[in-house]
């Protein structure tokens, strides 16, 4: 599950900032303008603002989608909830580096069908246009913060 989503809009940054009057934001213009307009998905390694808690006040604040991989070569981007506990690259952080990742919506990939080879992105949106929060969790890494997204097994997957 999601390996890529969507990215805020200006709008939704303003909406999320009402939503959440606590937090301290500390984007400055040029960064908002770079983040809403370069962006048409959040992929593994893009820095992008997570909300977090500093002491006992929330921050919105700048993060590396995926934590780096212990031999550097690619990133770790979703922690299954179903075995959080259990895996020392998360366990850790399951009380000290809770955030939130704020997105208008998230990707989930299509097995092919037929003929064809390739997954097919499938997005996934609220059907009334409100913004969806995902849990995760972060850490300080070689290059600054670092966070992954909390994941469980799907529930159509029992039926």
């Known amino acids: 599950m999601c390996g890529r989503y969507t990215p805020l809009t200006e709008d939704e940054i303003i909406g999320m900032r ?3 009057k606590d937090i301290s934001l500390i984007l400055s213009r040029d ?7 370069k962006r048409q998905e ?5 820095r992008v603002p997570i909300v977090t808690c ?15 991989k212990w031999d550097g070569k690619g990133a770790i981007i979703n922690a299954r909830s179903e075995t959080i506990h259990e895996k020392s690259m998360f366990k850790k952080h399951i009380t000290t580096g809770r955030c939130v990742v704020p997105t208008s919506g998230y990707y989930e ?27 995760g969790l972060w850490r300080e890494g070689r290059g600054g913060k670092e966070f992954v997204v909390i994941t469980e097994r799907p529930r159509w997957a029992d039926c």
């Open 18 to 20: 009402s939503i959440i």
């Open 31 to 37: 960064e908002l303008d770079n983040y809403v307009e």
């Open 42 to 46: 959040i992929a593994p390694t893009n």
């Open 54 to 68: 500093n002491g006992s006040e929330l921050a919105f604040e700048y993060a590396q989608f995926g934590f780096e």
């Open 109 to 135: 990939w299509k097995q092919p069908e037929g003929g064809q080879k390739k997954k097919q992105k499938h997005l996934i949106k609220d059907k009334h246009g409100n913004l969806l929060f995902m849990a």
